[in-house]
């Protein structure tokens, strides 16, 4: 075995890399890689296509686009056997067969990830593409968090106009608090953000006793 993250690991990363690149480059557009990789759910993880090399396989071994170009009468059905996808039921055998060789745990990044066409082609640009990977998932773990933040100032914004137009008619401002709570708004925000627009603040309720058996 090798040790975690050795030059063998790294280089047979980016053989898989670029076989799956090369896959969804195909022999034209549009092929039958090209536009399952569009869907997150057909991507193959880096571990299983690692495997699927090891054991003597391709994703695709058929022409390049200029060599296809100048074929003439091909079928669908030659065109079909170029690309050779792994059995989906054995997946996760390949991705362990992967994981023992290489004497890695089960949460390492190639078991767990399966990189899109646009982070393959930013992972084999990079000298180190397990980091471009990290980097690559971090920063979308980032703006996932900013969406969520943004997201939760506008509910609580809008619960506060909500209950600022109630009180202007002398409705009851905790309904629109009590709904911000139920979509997911944190209290603690609300509550602070009623208290500075000089809304009341509705007590929190105490927790309900266990039913008796």
């Known amino acids: 075995m090798t040790s975690k993250n050795s030059p063998e690991l790294l280089a047979d990363v980016r053989a898989a890399l670029a ?11 549009n092929n039958l890689v090209e536009n399952a990789y569009r869907h997150q759910g057909f991507r193959l993880p880096l571990a299983e296509v690692m495997d699927w090399l090891a054991t003597g396989n391709r994703l695709y071994d058929g022409p390049t686009r200029t060599e296809f170009a100048a074929m003439t009468k091909v079928s669908n059905e030659q065109r079909a056997a170029w690309y050779h996808i792994p059995d989906r039921a054995i997946a996760s055998a390949r991705v362990t067969a992967t994981l023992i060789r290489y004497d890695l745990p089960e949460d390492h990044v190639i078991a767990t990830t399966a990189p899109s066409q646009a982070e393959v082609k930013a992972m084999l640009g990079s000298a180190d593409p397990l980091a ?3 980097e690559i998932h971090a920063e979308a773990a980032k703006r996932e968090q900013e969406r969520i933040k943004a997201e939760r100032e506008k509910r ?3 619960a506060v106009a909500a209950a600022q137009a109630l009180a202007k008619f002398k409705g009851d401002p905790a309904l629109p608090f009590a709904q911000a709570i139920e979509e ?4 603690a925000e609300l509550a602070q ?13 105490p927790a309900k006793p266990a039913a008796k058996k």
């Open 19 to 29: 076989e799956i690149d090369g896959a969804i480059t195909g022999h034209t557009g």
């Open 132 to 134: 471009k990977l990290a």
């Open 156 to 158: 609580i914004k809008q």
């Open 184 to 187: 997911g708004a944190d209290r």
């Open 193 to 205: 953000a009623f208290t500075n627009a000089g809304l009341p603040v509705p007590p929190e309720e």
